[in-house]
């Protein structure tokens, strides 16, 4: 017992190492985005390097191994070390089946594919970015060998960024989705009744988006003794520590939505991390379980708090003081209309709310086809255009508008699109289920105080950090599996509304 | 040969490692210190706790001592290879000679004693403090029982922030340097024609000083490309890496010297570690090579260029672009008059440039007591009053303005203050020699481009990082050992000038 008690302990020491580590690199890499002097930053990288070999070898390590068979084996565990065997095992597994010197191989390679994508990009040329990119399927394509998969070479890969996901549910959740989401885009194309936009596009300070975003923060329930706002070209979130959860955004003086919406959906990952219980500090599991539940958080607070018209009740006077007069003869109504415009475009990360989903589905298909072998690198270009036009009716005009702008495939995180449109779906289910214990839903929002929402999710999501599954988490919270008609008909209301389709 | 090539290779790849900790060490700092949020730091405590244990552990590892015997009696290193030997076996030796335990029950000691210092000095009474300053004595005398030393105590103290230094010399410079400010002092206060100074307290907004500050130090050619400016209540720089050397200063709307001499303070240290060879990266010899030849930097760039009539001739003109209309009214003469005043304080860093000397030598004085057993904590407020009274003619009224002013004895860093003074010492003596090399100092001052006065800094001192030791580059750059006389000339000439004294 002594013994068993002393392992326990002793592993869940060397686990707070690895944490150690893994929160040095996250202050590191938050100092790169934000700020760090340009002079510094190859210097920086060797010790990112440093860094992250420690964590691989701590991970790797014959002491790991050791830990993870002594303590499989053992009863009375605390439910939390528990988990973090599993996790530990499967981090393990995964990186023990890779030869270290392809796995080596790989991460160089990494770097020179993003770099050659970022050339590629801005000179609008494929063919810089294609060879990096044959490499990188045909590595991951080997780790997936390595790794073995059940039913479809693509599932290994969704694996890892969403537990448990497969092919066959994304295959059913999207399609029902596309069934009914391209008529309706396609119904929206020949509404008559079309919102005005241009006060949207009129200029907004720098400065005075930075407080309006600061007071909307704030009363969101941004923890700010627990955060910071700051400003960079790419925003995101991250959890440093719980205690030291940062966001970003960026402002465009010509279209205030991208730092208020940018703002509210980064707040949304945040909160999430800022609530996981403090038991879980140093045993790798306060962080959100996966990144579909992450992003069903960021896309809860910006799609069905922030693009809610009762959130804009209360929320549209205070934005009226921080702006000039450019809002003033635009009524609470013609303004959410604004907000809410849909219509067909390239650019993913620009993309509305409604046409967003179509957006992730030509990605998915894609990347399924690459490893399922039905698809080369050289023909995805092609492929690419060819899914626009049939998802969403248009053709990108180039590669820079088209296949070169995202980052995603130049690092090498195939599987990872889904999560934006599985976020969003859970996000429409969770939404249903609180709707059904929170009446007020809406009430609150007109109030601008959100707590009970915020406790809500706490309650049911965000304290769990880790130690539940994505699935698990949405079966706890709504009592079914993944359904993907509460986000069709959120869809399908709102639109209707706004456009007055009949 | 090739076993020794191996063997350096070895060693180096090991030193770097520790460099990249460092590093990482000093990023986390510099965050904590700029705007980390309150909440996390509890836990970011416990990750510098970790990174500063394997720092210590790398540095007296086996390995480490197998590769300090290994490479002294290799032939055919590197320079460099060998006085970074030199280097890890200094501080292989200081770190073995200290039992683990008590070197363990002194960090945890050390941070209480801040913390008591902290609250004593809110609460403004000693007594608080006093238990755990005896503690830290009491443990620094041991230390320096397992150290050794050589004729005195203190010397072990001196040495650790200031290689070579002794009481012997100290006792010599700052005799001589007494005997000549101390009257010097007096003449002052009884002179009849004292600057005039309201002009100093007038409103200057943080943003109009923040724009200045940003003008200046572009102009004495701090790379901004090689680090940035913050805000944080106590200003410093640091060198995160050569390419990433970042400064810090407060602003004070109602006086605008602590931002502006502040920056010009801290460019002298960031310009000295910006400018380090290249070469030196990774071998730990990458910083400043003593606490007082950096401090000769900022100092050499505070005094002799930022309190310097010469450089307000271009620099006046472009103050009052930035200020408001309280300098239109004031000459050059009488700007220069004011912000060169002289008198008594209580407050080290608030003292002005004659009377700062003094405040170090108090507390060298009683430091050196304090080690050599002479002089008890229970009986250091008293001796510090004494001494205030003795140097500078005036008695803390009580020990919030006097003893309990300074962190440096909560931390233990007894043998840390001379390195201010000595600093002094060294940019005059440095000034003065750069003069007879460089006879139009004066002139690139007035045309406000400093580039050859920066030149001959990196020639004679910067590079060198921490290859050359603080006497030997004071040797190889002026021809002499240390000489209090060029500060004291200085002092003369330039305060008798300003209060026309006979």
Redesign the interface.
């Known amino acids: 017992m002594a013994e068993q008690i002393n392992v326990e302990t002793a592993y869940r020491e060397y686990v707070?190492?690895i944490a150690?580590?893994n929160?040095?690199l996250a202050?590191?890499f938050?100092?790169l985005r934000t700020?760090?002097?340009?002079?510094?930053?190859?210097?920086?990288s060797?010790?990112i390097g440093?860094?992250a070999a420690e964590v691989f070898q701590l991970s790797t390590s014959e002491e790991m191994g050791r830990f993870i068979t002594l303590l499989t084996s053992t009863d009375g565990l605390s439910a939390t070390t528990k988990i973090m065997i599993e996790k530990s095992r499967e981090e393990y597994d995964r990186n023990k089946k890779i030869p270290a010197h392809e796995y080596k191989e790989f991460v160089i390679l990494q770097s020179k594919s993003e770099s050659a994508w970022m050339e590629a990009r801005e000179k609008n040329d494929f063919s810089i970015y294609e060879p990096y990119l044959e490499q990188m399927v045909s590595y991951t394509r080997k780790f997936v060998d390595y790794w073995g998969y059940t039913d479809h070479p693509y599932n290994t890969l969704l694996d890892k960024y969403e537990p448990d996901m497969t092919v066959e549910i994304l295959d059913r959740v999207f399609g029902e989705l596309r069934e009914r989401i391209v008529p309706l885009v396609q119904r929206i194309a020949q509404s008559n009744h079309k919102p005005e936009t241009s006060f949207l596009y009129t200029h907004f300070s720098k400065e005075d988006q930075e407080a309006f975003s600061l007071n909307i923060l704030q009363q969101l329930g941004y923890?700010?003794?627990?955060?910071?706002l700051d400003e960079t070209v790419h925003p995101f979130a991250t959890g440093?520590?719980?205690?030291?959860v940062?966001i970003t955004t960026r402002y465009d003086e010509n279209d205030f939505r991208g730092a208020v919406f940018g703002s509210i959906h980064e707040c949304g990952h945040a909160i999430y991390e800022q609530n996981i219980s403090k038991e879980l500090?140093?045993t790798l599991l306060d962080t959100g379980t996966s990144m579909g539940i992450h992003e069903s958080q960021s896309l809860f607070f910006e799609n069905f708090i922030g693009r809610n018209i009762h959130f804009w009740e209360k929320q549209y006077p205070v934005l009226k003081e921080y702006a000039s007069e450019q809002f003033a003869d635009v009524s609470l109504e013609d303004f959410y209309r604004g907000i809410n415009e849909s219509k067909p475009s390239f650019i993913r990360v620009d993309a509305d709310e409604l046409t967003y989903p179509l957006h992730i589905m030509v990605r998915y298909e894609l990347e399924k086809e690459l490893f399922s072998g039905t698809l080369e690198v050289k023909d995805l270009p092609d492929a690419w255009n060819k899914k626009y036009q049939e998802y969403l009716g248009i053709t990108p005009r180039n590669d820079a508008e088209g296949i070169l702008q995202d980052i995603h495939w130049a690092d090498g995180s195939f599987g990872y699109f889904p999560s934006y449109a599985l976020g969003y779906m859970y996000a429409a289910q969770i939404k249903h289920t609180m709707t059904e214990e929170l009446p007020n839903f809406d009430a609150y929002l007109q109030k601008g105080d959100i707590t009970p929402i915020r406790t809500w999710l706490n309650t049911h999501i965000h304290q769990y950090g880790s130690t539940k599954k994505p699935l698990e988490i949405l079966q706890a919270t709504t009592g079914e599996g993944l359904n993907a008609a509460y986000l069709i008909s959120y869809l399908e209301e709102k639109y209707s509304q706004i456009y007055q389709l009949d």
Chains 1, 2 share one sequence.
């Open positions: 707070k190492k150690a580590y929160e040095a202050v590191i938050w100092d700020g760090a002097p340009a002079k510094g930053t190859a210097q920086r060797e010790v440093m860094l923890d700010f003794e627990a955060g910071r440093i520590n719980r205690g030291d940062r500090t140093g």
